[in-house]
Nanobody, 122 residues
Framework: QVQLVESGGGLVQAGGSLRLSCAAS????????MGWFRQAPGKEREFVAT????????FYADSVKGRFTISRDNAKNTVYLQMNVLKPEDTAVYYC???????????????WGQGTQVTVSS
């Protein structure tokens, strides 16, 4: 089992920045690729970004490319999502997730956090 706890969400004005953190415990964190997903009100959960177990490979949704950066610190068992130039359409509950291997499909992730709310005001 891998337990994931997100933090860092909040209310920010459009154009602002936030950094989300996801702390992992349980099995060896460095074995798992990590992903960030989000779910806006009335919409399905969608992929945001993913990072390989070593941190050497990252992949982003087109909607956040160039604005968001995913990173990880395996010594601290933590993955981050730096979000810049935030837009009202980025408003959602953000979830981190863990999986073995690589991929961006939601169903491929085995472990999920409880989510953290990000609200971007216009």
């Amino acid at each position: 089992q891998v337990q994931l706890v997100e933090s860092g969400g909040g209310l920010v004005q459009a154009g602002g920045s936030l950094r989300l953190s996801c702390a992992a415990s349980g099995r060896t964190f460095s074995n798992y690729a990590m992903g960030w997903f989000r779910q806006a009100p009335g919409k399905e959960r969608e992929f945001v970004a993913t990072i390989s177990a070593s941190g050497g490979w990252t992949f982003y949704a087109d909607s956040v490319k160039g604005r968001f950066t995913i990173s990880r610190d395996n010594a601290k068992n933590t993955v981050y999502l730096q979000m810049n130039v935030l837009k009202p359409e980025d408003t959602a509950v953000y979830y981190c997730a863990a999986r073995l291997g690589l991929g961006a499909k939601e169903y491929e992730y085995d472990y999920w956090g409880q989510g953290t709310q990000v609200t971007v005001s216009s």
